[in-house]
């Protein structure tokens, strides 16, 4: 694998994603040793064609002979095509460099909600964009809902099945629900809570799909289905348990989100 020599990445060293992926250009060769810095050790004097704040929104590579700086997916693209010469046409084809901008952006807008940091000391902080926070929200809530309603499908006998919409009503209603109690108590923390309850409910959503995907060929009884979701929903439980000290917002939202989840727990299986 070609190495792209002379050239040092600026990563987020509060973002775990981060510290792998750029450590993983190292480790393979497509970066030599001294091919990775977290920009929070930036010295003031160094790199003066970096802009701070941009390097903390777009993850910077800098040329280290000539102080040239490219941003975000250019600057994957630039590694990754030194070292796939195969690849390198579709990096330059213009349509393929806007969509993966905005996917690019789209992941590294709410990289912090996807895995918060637990330390947020730097000055320069990743730029919040409500544009990016509504769509991860949205792209979520749909992914999450369409797989709650195939694995629905395999709760039946212990729970109703219901609509084609009724997960997608739970889901959505858990963001406004939640929403409110956010907006109440911490609204400066509202979007961030918001992004980090949904990766939760994704991330749920993520250890059921191998069960719907495997349900016809493992055919088992209902009630392991209701167990392994059960154990799932306690892993959630944990998580926003964890993710919420981590923003200092105390109990309350965990409380309301156990709330919800048990109401509507309630009314599916009683109403």
Not at 68 to 90: A, I
Not at 100 to 124: C, D, G
Not at 218 to 228: C, D, E, K, R, S
């Amino acid at each position: 694998m070609k190495t792209l020599g002379n050239y040092t990445i600026l990563y987020d060293a509060e973002c775990p994603m981060c510290k792998i992926y750029t450590k993983a250009f190292v480790k393979t060769g497509m970066l030599d040793a001294a091919g990775r810095a977290p920009y929070q050790e930036l010295s003031p004097d160094a790199c003066p064609l970096v802009n701070r704040q941009r390097a903390a929104d777009e993850i910077a590579l800098v040329n280290r002979q000539t102080g040239e700086v490219t941003y975000g997916v250019k600057s994957l693209f630039k590694v990754l095509g030194n070292s796939w010469p195969v690849v390198k046409g579709l990096f330059n084809f213009t349509p393929f460099v806007w969509l993966m901008s905005k996917v690019y952006a789209f992941i590294s807008y709410n990289r912090r909600v996807i895995i918060p940091a637990n330390t947020e000391n730097y000055i320069y902080q990743p730029t919040f964009k409500l544009r990016y926070r509504i769509a991860y929200l949205l792209f979520t809530w749909f992914i999450t809902a369409a797989i709650l309603t195939n694995y629905a499908t395999l709760l039946q006998g212990m729970v109703p099945i219901g609509s084609a919409y009724r997960e997608y009503l739970i889901c959505g209603g858990q963001i406004l629900f939640q929403g409110i109690f956010i907006s109440l108590l911490f609204n400066k923390k509202r979007w961030e809570y918001l992004g980090n309850m949904m990766t939760i409910s994704f991330g749920g959503s993520l250890l059921l799909l191998p069960v719907v995907l495997l349900s016809t060929a493992i055919g088992m009884h209902p009630v392991f289905y209701t167990l392994y979701f059960l154990l799932v929903a306690g892993l959630m439980f944990l998580e926003h348990i964890r993710r919420s000290k981590i923003m200092g917002i105390g109990w309350w939202l965990t409380i309301t989100w156990a709330i919800y989840r048990a109401a509507v727990l309630g009314a599916i299986l009683y109403i």
